[in-house]
């Protein structure tokens, strides 16, 4: 833990010193920013603290590389290549005897889509997004571990890491940023999951949405957001089980080309915290001007 704690505040460190630049970018963690007027590529980190005596090194975790080129005035395409990786050993077996250490990786759901961009005021903008999820992560026994330990990173967004199904994502997002500095946002969209040959299950409707409150200096945003999944199709007993929700805060540099960020995610469910005790989330953007006429 030392490691990663030391790893990150120095790069953060990097993305202040590095992105002498001005950008106009305001980071967010989970909830979709408002996208970047020059091309905008970036990779999230994300490692799951689970309950128990296992302890994943210290690169464990869902890897998200995405990338957003802008086309024309207030449209642009998305692009994001989920990786999970799970490195730990599991403890002794009934018998007392040491198991082998369990080392896998995965590919997951690579997505491309679409992004239209609003400008409502002077402090609010929208942004419309879509896109689909294609079935690329993988189903393989032997990389079972590394597709859950995914799920459970990104337990909101396991669209990501979830095999053999084609998704359909649409979302909506609202960003409030007032001249003093407070920011508000709001987002909520659908999202389709299709079982690839419709083997592996039925089809199921999600609905996801996030609410983001903090504040924004000329360097900084310090942020809260909460995160929520509902199962709108799926059939539970108790109505409250269709919905599952997370906390994250945290601090991240802006107006810089280059862009850290660090979080911390807790789950508020109870089902959910029997496995997880939170998430260490890390991400970094670069914006890459567009050369002059």
């Known amino acids: 833990m030392k490691t990663t704690s030391r790893l990150i505040a120095a790069l953060l460190g990097a993305g202040v010193v590095l992105g002498s630049s001005l950008s106009t970018s305001a980071q967010t963690f989970y909830l979709n920013p408002i996208p970047e007027e020059d091309p905008t590529l970036g990779l999230r980190y994300l490692h799951a603290n689970l309950q128990g005596n296992l302890e994943q090194t210290t690169f464990s975790g869902t890897y998200d590389f995405y990338l957003e080129i802008p086309l024309s005035d207030g449209l ?14 599991p403890g002794p077996d009934q018998f007392g005897m040491p198991r ?94 299709i079982p690839e040959g419709g083997v592996h299950g039925n089809e199921e409707l999600l609905c996801h949405y996030g609410f983001s409150v903090g504040a924004g200096t000329s360097h900084f945003t310090i942020l809260t957001e909460i995160m929520g999944l509902c ?15 997370h906390l994250a805060f945290g601090i991240g540099v802006r107006n810089y080309f280059i862009r850290p960020s660090l979080w911390y995610q807790i789950p508020f469910d109870d089902d959910t915290r029997e496995v997880l005790e939170g998430v260490i989330g890390f991400q970094i953007e670069i914006s890459l001007p567009k050369e002059g006429p």
Do not use: C
Not at 139 to 152: C, K, P, Q, R
Not at 231 to 245: I, Q, S, V, Y
């Open 76 to 89: 642009g395409f998305d692009f994001s290549l989920p990786y999970s990786r799970v490195s730990y050993f």
């Open 231 to 245: 199962m709108a199709t799926e059939d539970f007993e108790d109505f409250g089980d269709r919905f599952d929700h």
């Open 100 to 193: 082998l250490k369990v080392e896998q990786s995965a590919l997951g759901n690579v997505y491309f889509g679409m992004h239209f961009t609003n400008k409502l005021s002077e402090h609010t903008k929208s942004v419309l997004s879509m896109g689909i999820h294609f079935p690329s992560a993988s189903d393989n026994y032997n990389s079972l571990e590394a597709v859950s330990y995914g799920m459970l990173a990104n337990l909101h967004q396991m669209r990501r890491s979830l095999p053999d199904a084609w998704i359909v994502y649409w979302n909506m997002v609202w960003r409030i940023e007032t001249s003093a500095g407070s920011i508000l946002g709001f987002e909520f969209g659908p999202e389709a999951w």
